[in-house]
């Protein structure tokens, strides 16, 4: 275990405290615990998108939304698809490299889109839930 001092800021201070409070869990379980999840542990993500996932947590709430409701594009979508509908046969080498570029470039879509959903759900202002527009 190490020790760290830092200042914060009175309203982040009265944030976490108010957590604790709430949980009824000392302050510093709360502050750990959302370093935790702010700084959260990489490793076992591919190298390609290991980087951009940590500098999410510095970004503001509107570049996080268009992250979050960001669509992976039509024409990439319709291929996946397509190859897996294929896939009832064997697929050609070509084929089955497509495929899974298709798969990791998904994947990766969908890391970035639920660490900006876990990212916003933790900041401050509009409740997550509300701010989504149900009809997208």
Known sequence: ??????EVSDSLLTRAHDAAEALGRPLEDVLIGALLVGLPDVHD????VRLELLEMTFLDVELLWQIAKGEVAS????????LLDVQRR???PQEQMRLQELRDSYGKAMLRKARAYALLS????RPLLAALDMTD
Do not use: D, K
Not at 1 to 6: F, S
Not at 75 to 82: C, D, K, V
Not at 122 to 125: F, I
């Open 1 to 6: 275990m190490a020790t760290l001092t830092l």
């Open 45 to 48: 993500v591919p190298e390609s």
């Open 75 to 82: 024409a990439e979508r319709q291929e996946l698809q397509m």
């Open 90 to 92: 064997p697929l050609f």
């Open 122 to 125: 933790l900041g401050g202002g």
